[in-house]
C-alpha cells in the first residue's frame, strides 16, 4: 500500500534534575543520564484521512497531555481527536510525569514535554514522503509473567506458566526508493531491568528504537507498549527471584529479525 507518511522525534530529556518515575530511587531527582527519553510522531494519510501516532518515553501521563496535543493537531492539521493516539513506552526510569501521584511532578517539565510534543508534530509534517508499509511479527522466549499464587496468594515471582505474549509486532516504513525510514513496534513487556535506580533511562524499548536507527541511518523507531502488565524481561528473572540488571539478550533476539 502507498501512502502519505510523515516520521519525527524529539529529545525529552529534562534540562535540569526531576524525580525518576517508579524507579527503586522513587520520589527521589535522578543523578546521571544513562540514555536520553523521546517523542516520536508518526503520520499517515492515504489520501483521505490522516492518522497521527505519538509515544513518549514515560511512565504513562494522566489525560491533559493527551488531550492538549489531540486539539494541537485538530487546530493546527484538522486532525480529528478520534484519528489520533497518544502512548507511553512505560519506561520505569524515566522523569516523573502527571497522573502517578502527581506531587512529585514538575510544573517547568510538563510545560516542556507539551512543547516538545507540539514540535515533534510540526517537524513530522516537514518530513512527508511517500511509501509503503510492511507489516510483521516475530516471536521469541524474551519475557516471563511475574505473578506467581503461593500459597493462595499472589506474589511478585517468576511464573514460568503464567500467560505472556510471545511476539514483538512491527511496521516497517519503507519510502518509493526501497529504503527503510521507520519503524512502529510494539510489544507486552515491562521496562524493568533499572541501568541504575539513581539513572535516567528509556530502558530496553530506547536501546532497540536506538541499535535500529543506527542499523538503518536516517530512520527513526518508535516503540508502542502491549498490555505487558504481568510481564518483565526474561532476563530479570533469577533463581526464583525478580531483579534488575541489563541484559542485552532479549535486545538481541528482537534486532536478529530485522535484516
Same mark, same amino acid.
Given at each position: ?44 494519510? =492515504?489520501?483521505?484521512? $490522516?492518522? +497521527?501516532? #505519538? ?9 491533559? /497531555?493527551? &488531550? ?96 505472556? =505474549?510471545?511476539?514483538? $509486532?512491527? +511496521?516497517? #516504513? ?9 519503524? /512502529?513496534? &510494539? ?73
Amino acid at each position: 500500500m502507498t501512502t502519505q507518511i510523515g516520521i519525527a522525534k524529539e529529545i525529552i530529556t529534562p534540562p535540569f534534575k526531576t524525580c525518576l518515575a517508579c524507579s527503586q530511587y522513587y520520589g527521589k531527582p535522578y543523578m546521571e543520564i544513562h540514555d536520553d527519553v523521546y517523542v516520536k510522531a508518526l503520520i499517515l494519510f =492515504d489520501g483521505i484521512n $490522516y492518522g +497521527l501516532i #505519538i509515544s513518549f518515553d514515560l511512565l504513562f501521563h494522566d489525560r491533559s /497531555l493527551n &488531550n492538549s496535543l489531540k486539539y494541537y493537531a485538530f487546530e493546527k492539521y484538522n486532525i480529528p481527536s478520534e484519528h489520533t493516539i497518544i502512548c507511553y513506552t512505560h519506561t520505569h526510569n524515566s522523569p516523573f510525569s502527571m497522573g502517578y501521584d502527581s506531587h512529585n511532578a514538575s510544573d517547568e517539565y510538563e510545560e516542556f514535554l507539551l512543547n516538545r510534543g507540539k514540535m515533534c508534530i510540526d517537524r513530522a509534517f516537514t518530513n512527508i514522503f511517500e511509501g509503503s508499509l510492511h507489516y510483521g511479527s516475530a516471536e521469541g522466549d524474551w519475557n516471563i509473567n511475574q505473578r506467581l499464587n503461593v500459597d493462595g496468594k499472589v506474589e511478585m515471582k517468576p511464573n514460568l506458566d503464567g500467560p505472556r =505474549d510471545n511476539s514483538i $509486532y512491527f +511496521l516497517v #516504513i519503507k519510502d518509493r526508493d526501497n529504503k527503510i525510514r521507520a519503524f /512502529l513496534l &510494539n510489544y507486552a513487556c515491562h521496562p524493568v531491568h533499572y541501568p541504575a535506580p539513581t539513572m535516567l533511562s528509556a530502558e530496553y524499548p530506547g536501546r532497540l528504537c536506538q541499535l535500529l536507527e543506527a542499523k538503518y541511518y536516517g530512520a527513526i523507531a518508535m516503540f508502542t507498549q502491549g498490555a505487558g502488565a504481568d510481564s518483565r524481561p526474561r532476563g530479570t528473572a533469577k533463581a526464583g527471584k525478580l531483579k534488575p540488571g541489563i541484559d542485552e539478550q532479549i535486545i538481541d533476539g528482537y534486532r536478529k529479525h530485522f535484516k
